[in-house]
Nanobody
């Protein structure tokens, strides 16, 4: 089991910044993947940014150059620095951890944190 606790959401103006944090209950270095997804009203959940098992990062095209994912292995925490925010970034942001046990991949989710960007 992996528990994920998110923090840092809130209200920002367009062009502003927010930083999200996701604290995991276990060693994040052992995860197959760990990152952030978001879900806007009426839309499907989508990937925002993620660390893969090889340590590389993937970003959604819509956030490249504006968002940065980084981590603190000692604190078992992954962050998402969001700059140059746009109203279309408004969504509930979820932290995700993917862990392999045997041949099965398990997905764990945080409770979500609301990000609202006003124009």
């Amino acid at each position: 089991q992996v528990q994920l606790v998110e923090s840092g959401g809130g209200l920002a103006q367009a062009g502003g910044s927010l930083k999200l944090s996701c604290a995991a209950s276990r060693d994040i270095f052992s995860m197959n993947a760990m990152g952030w997804y978001r879900q806007a009203p009426g839309k499907q959940r989508e990937l925002v940014a993620v660390f893969t098992s090889g340590g590389s990062t993937n970003y959604a095209d819509s956030v490249k150059g504006r968002f940065t994912i980084f981590r603190d292995n000692a604190e078992n925490t992954v962050y998402l620095q969001m700059n140059s925010l746009k109203p279309e970034d408004t969504a509930v942001y979820y932290c995700n951890a993917r862990l392999q046990r045997g041949s099965i991949l398990y997905d764990y989710w945080g409770q979500g944190t609301q990000v609202t960007v006003s124009s």
